[in-house]
């Protein structure tokens, strides 16, 4: 009976935990547009969406830049729902390719400011220090957009990050780390921040941002292990107790939950405070996985699912294997990304944007 519920849930799931959205007021394509570039851009700091309209001979062509394309697929439904169903869609999504080679970055210089435009004055975003594994949104010279490890995306000289493959990229997200408590000097040019996390690779030895390693005393760093934190078992724990119960808008009790009190509820018990609603907790931590990469995800992780109302609609807590812990239409539920698991949900694969790590 649940399989034959699956297409019904997955509507459902797309606005579980989003507010209802805004009835339109300018039945325009462009006003539509306006509407939703709104709706899916609410923090230029960390997302960035410009959907546009162009006019050919009767057609409506919606171009622009995006980074999901939940997005594009909600404003063709709308145009379509306002009577424009002849749209095509031309649209760029960013990064330029998302899986591609070099689209991924280590910060190599000491710091680095990042500027919202490329340029070398104000407009400061966020400061990027030794050892930061950046995501590159646009490639260019003397400039690069990245996506900073909190999210922000700015830009940074092109000389201060090394370019690096997925699986290289993978390695700056697995512990343990080394976070430093004081500053290194490598060079005369070169030092490693108070604050900057490499990893640990054992016998007193971190991996430094250019791939090498260095044998530095334990007197300059402590370690931190995530995989072994006894809050990620707890965490999944709490959240098991939440299994079968109902789906309640704005539930937090045994009453039933709805997906971000469940999250808030879990991490909570385990003294980890969370914001209530998840597009406000989907700004807490670091950027830990998106579709094509969720090699470095470890239990009590938590993920984002987009949908047709906002950037950001639903939220779960990773459990491990593929396998997402969350309440939805059908109540609070353990389900797999995976389609080969007997529990596999497609929502979950085909709505997942990206995860977040909140703690060590």
Not at 68 to 88: D, F
Not at 244 to 249: E, S
Not at 323 to 342: A, F, K, N, R
Request: aromatic share 10%.
């Amino acid at each position: 009976m649940k399989r034959l519920l699956l297409p019904i849930l997955a509507g459902i799931i797309l606005a579980a935990c989003s507010s209802p959205a805004p009835v339109e007021q300018n039945r325009s394509p462009e006003g539509i547009l306006a509407q939703i570039n709104s709706d899916y851009f609410f923090d230029k700091r960390i997302w960035f969406q410009d959907l546009s309209i162009e006019r050919d001979q009767g057609r409506l062509i919606l171009k622009g830049e995006t980074f999901y394309p939940a997005s594009v697929a909600a404003a063709k439904r709308i145009l379509a729902r306002a009577g424009y169903e002849n749209v095509e869609a031309q649209v760029s999504f960013l990064p330029d390719t998302l899986m591609g080679e070099g689209n991924y970055g280590i910060v190599n210089q000491t710091k680095v400011m990042g500027r919202y435009r490329p340029v070398t004055e104000r407009e400061e975003a966020t400061e990027m220090i030794y050892g930061d594994a950046v995501r590159i949104v646009r490639r260019g010279d003397p400039f690069v957009q990245i996506q900073s490890p909190e999210g922000y995306l700015c830009y940074i000289p092109t000389a201060s990050v090394r370019r690096v493959d997925l699986p290289e990229w993978d390695r700056y997200h697995r512990g343990p780390f080394a976070i430093f408590t004081r500053e290194v000097e490598l060079t005369e040019s070169v030092s490693i921040n108070m604050g900057s996390r490499l990893p640990y690779l054992g016998g007193d030895r971190v991996l430094l941002a250019d791939g090498d390693t260095l044998r530095l005393g334990d007197d300059s760093y402590r370690i931190a292990d995530p995989d072994q934190n006894p809050k990620r078992k707890a965490i999944l724990e709490t959240a098991k107790g939440y299994l079968g119960l109902p789906y309640v808008w704005a539930g937090r009790s045994d009453d039933g939950v709805d997906c971000s009190g469940l999250v808030i509820q879990s991490l909570g018990a385990n003294g980890i405070f969370m914001p209530r609603d998840s597009d406000q907790m989907s700004n807490v931590g670091l950027l830990y996985g998106f579709p094509g990469w969720t090699s470095a995800l470890l239990p009590g992780d938590i993920c984002f699912f987009t949908g047709t109302r906002r950037l950001v609609t639903h939220t779960g807590i990773y459990a491990g294997n593929d396998m997402v812990i969350h309440s939805y239409g059908g109540g609070t539920q353990l389900e797999s990304w995976d389609p080969e698991s007997e529990v596999y949900n497609p929502t979950l694969k085909s709505d997942f944007i990206f995860a977040r790590r909140v703690f060590d």
